[in-house]
């Protein structure tokens, strides 16, 4: 069973940059394919970006896929999500998930087993 903490989050200004970082514990990283994913309050929770398990293959979301940058470390067990040009509409809460049984990327939530806590992220206009 993995468990994934978040970190990184804060207040920053539309335009600036910020990276989030997800920690894996109790399983074995290099088998699960990592999403992110973000929630603002009273709303669904959306796909953001997504990588395979070896780290060769990237999905995002189509207003994210040319400000954000998804990747892994499997020697760290770790997965950031680099987000550049930030607008008011990035604020919400960023989750770090872990896709069970799968190598391959994935939009889906409903594929993704695995939860961290998630890390708010606010951009001031």
């Known amino acids: 069973q993995v468990q994934l903490v978040e970190s990184g989050g804060g207040l920053v200004q539309a335009g600036d940059s910020l990276t989030l970082s997800c920690a894996a514990s109790?399983?074995?990283?290099?088998?699960?394919?990592m999403g992110w994913f973000r929630q603002v309050r009273g709303k669904e929770r959306e796909f953001v970006a997504s990588?395979?398990?070896?780290?060769?293959?990237?999905l995002y979301e189509e207003s994210v896929k040319d400000r954000f940058i998804i990747s892994r470390d499997n020697a760290k067990n770790t997965v950031d999500l680099q987000m550049s040009s930030l607008k008011p509409g990035d604020t919400a809460v960023y989750f770090c998930?872990?896709?069970?049984?799968?190598?391959?990327?994935?939009?889906?939530?409903?594929?993704?087993?695995?939860w961290g806590q998630g890390t708010q992220v606010t951009v001031s206009s």
């Open positions: 998930a872990a896709r069970g049984g799968n190598l391959r990327a994935g939009r889906r939530i409903g594929d993704y087993a695995h």
């Open positions: 990588i395979n398990a070896g780290g060769s293959s990237t």
């Open positions: 109790g399983g074995v990283f290099s088998a699960y394919a």
